[in-house]
């Protein structure tokens, strides 16, 4: 990487990833731009995304699990 991140500019995802032993696991990661985030992870392990904070994010993760589970 060459220079400081500019982190106000960061959004945040949930996505998961496949386990096979176990339930899928769901992250929160920052990324600059959607093109960024796309670049380096498969639409299909992206649940949500664009949330400007990640207690957002994490809160979406949260709602995501308990939409799925309903």
């Known amino acids: 990487m060459n220079g400081p991140v500019d982190i106000s500019g960061l959004r ?8 096979t032993e176990a339930d899928p696991e769901r992250l929160v990661i920052a990324y600059p ?3 960024a985030l796309h670049n380096v992870i498969a639409a299909s ?8 904070s990640r207690e957002e994010a994490e809160a979406g993760a949260t709602a995501c699990v308990s939409a799925a589970a309903a």
């Open 33 to 35: 731009t959607e093109q």
């Open 12 to 19: 945040y995802a949930v996505i998961e990833a496949l386990r």
């Open 45 to 52: 392990c992206i649940i949500a995304f664009g949330f400007s």
